[in-house]
């Protein structure tokens, strides 16, 4: 593992990833890339009608991501300088595999794979697993408006997804490390011994 290392922080909706990159960031005194989530024009609307939105949807978080990849890579991979990041670029095709169907999904694969193959990618991914019950309850809590009315089917689907997606990165070039954080019983936020294991172990897979 590289000295200086592109850490990401996956899982579902409403897993903890903002909340445990930026604890880490804090901790290991890495600066952090989060995702923009108030700015988007299209939530709410693609929460209101899946099929109507999706494509706008997708395509906004897409050319988000990749701006800000392409400024990481600039700021900070290409100077060899740490960082972590909220999310893995890969999350996009996991949404848009659920949201998008024929011809806007097949021009997507399309879009995704000119825009993201040749940037760069995390060489370790901290991936949040959480049951359904955990992150209903999480998302309550988080009470962000447009979110309140997602069908609880949606996000079982994408925690299928998810776990087939990081299996899928686990085999990809330039192979990175996979640390599971399980959601249900690890609590990072209130318990300061899990919150220090999890240091503990990102120290020992970025020697
Ligand atoms: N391990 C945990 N124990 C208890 N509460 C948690 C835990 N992780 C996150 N939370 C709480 O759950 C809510 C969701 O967390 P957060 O916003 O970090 O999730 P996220 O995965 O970044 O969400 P999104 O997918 O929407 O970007 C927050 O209110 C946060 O304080
Ligand atoms: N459809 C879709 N595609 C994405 O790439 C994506 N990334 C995040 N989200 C949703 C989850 C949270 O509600 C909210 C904040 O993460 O935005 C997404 N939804």
């Given at each position: 593992?590289?000295?200086?290392?592109?850490?990401?922080?996956?899982?579902?909706?409403?897993?903890?990833?903002?909340?445990?990159?930026?604890?880490?960031?804090?901790?290991l005194?890495?600066?952090?890339?989060?995702?923009?989530?108030?700015?988007?024009?299209?939530?709410?609307?693609?929460?209101?009608?899946?099929?109507?939105?999706?494509?706008?949807?997708?395509?906004?978080?897409?050319?988000?991501?990749?701006?800000?990849?392409?400024?990481?890579g600039?700021?900070y991979?290409e100077?060899?300088q740490?960082?972590?990041?909220d999310?893995?670029?890969?999350?996009?095709?996991?949404?848009?595999?659920?949201?998008?169907?024929?011809?806007?999904?097949?021009?997507?694969?399309?879009?995704?794979?000119?825009?993201?193959d040749?940037?760069?990618?995390?060489?370790?991914?901290?991936?949040?697993?959480?049951?359904?019950?955990?992150?209903?309850?999480?998302?309550?809590?988080?009470?962000?408006?447009?979110?309140?009315?997602?069908?609880?089917?949606?996000?079982?689907?994408?925690?299928?997804?998810?776990?087939?997606?990081?299996?899928?990165?686990?085999?990809?070039?330039?192979?990175?490390?996979?640390?599971?954080?399980?959601?249900n019983?690890?609590?990072?936020?209130?318990?300061?011994?899990?919150?220090?294991?999890?240091?503990?172990?990102?120290k020992?897979l970025?020697?």
């Amino acid at each position: 593992m590289k000295q200086a290392p592109f850490i990401a922080v996956e899982g579902p909706i409403g897993a903890g990833k903002t909340t445990l990159a930026s604890m880490l960031s804090t901790e290991l005194h890495i600066p952090i890339i989060k995702e923009i989530v108030e700015e988007n024009p299209f939530l709410d609307k693609f929460y209101q009608n899946i099929d109507e939105w999706s494509f706008q949807l997708e395509m906004f978080f897409l050319c988000n991501r990749y701006k800000q990849l392409e400024d990481t890579g600039l700021q900070y991979i290409e100077k060899a300088q740490p960082v972590i990041s909220d999310y893995h670029i890969y999350k996009n095709l996991i949404f848009a595999e659920r949201t998008l169907k024929g011809v806007k999904l097949e021009k997507y694969r399309q879009i995704y794979h000119l825009l993201t193959d040749d940037m760069p990618k995390p060489d370790m991914i901290i991936y949040i697993k959480a049951d359904l019950d955990t992150l209903l309850g999480r998302i309550r809590k988080r009470a962000r408006s447009f979110e309140q009315e997602m069908d609880p089917a949606y996000l079982e689907q994408l925690i299928t997804d998810y776990d087939n997606g990081i299996q899928f990165l686990a085999k990809q070039a330039p192979f990175p490390k996979i640390l599971t954080v399980n959601g249900n019983e690890i609590d990072f936020v209130e318990n300061r011994a899990q919150f220090e294991q999890i240091v503990s172990d990102v120290k020992e897979l970025i020697q």
